[in-house]
């Protein structure tokens, strides 16, 4: 079951914590692997959902971050969804290049061993 919601219906379904903030999980939309978590305020989640460019908010730097800007490792937004309490978001994507900022495909490349 998935509800279709209109651009203004999803953003104001978003409920973004006291900072103003949202996390989002960002998934390949071509082999759903999770390739990185970030966080978005509501300027870049309506800047990501305006231009397909996906944009996130850097807490270390305080400023907004379009994926890719420095390194050329894009990330345009192909579906985009919202829990079901508001406070998470899942943007699947069409990733160019490595996601991670060290080189790998995925920022999800150390495993805990439990053997």
């Given at each position: 079951m998935t509800d279709l919601l209109t651009h203004p219906d999803f953003v104001s379904t978003v409920k973004f914590d006291d900072k103003g903030l949202v996390?989002?999980?960002?998934q390949s939309k071509a082999t759903g692997e999770v390739l990185m978590f970030a966080w978005m305020n509501?300027?870049?989640?309506?800047m990501t959902l305006a231009t397909g460019r996906v944009t996130y908010w850097s807490r270390?730097?305080?400023?907004?971050?379009?994926?890719?800007e420095t390194s050329g490792h894009h990330q345009h937004l192909i579906e985009a969804y919202v829990d079901c309490d508001g406070d998470v978001l899942?943007?699947?994507?069409?990733?160019?290049g490595p996601?991670?900022?060290?080189?790998?495909?995925?920022?999800?490349?150390?495993?805990l061993d439990v053997s």
């Open positions: 996390p989002v999980i960002a509501r300027q870049t989640l309506e270390s730097r305080q400023s907004v971050w379009t994926k890719g899942l943007l699947k994507v069409d990733q160019m996601a991670c900022h060290t080189g790998a495909p995925s920022c999800f490349f150390r495993q």
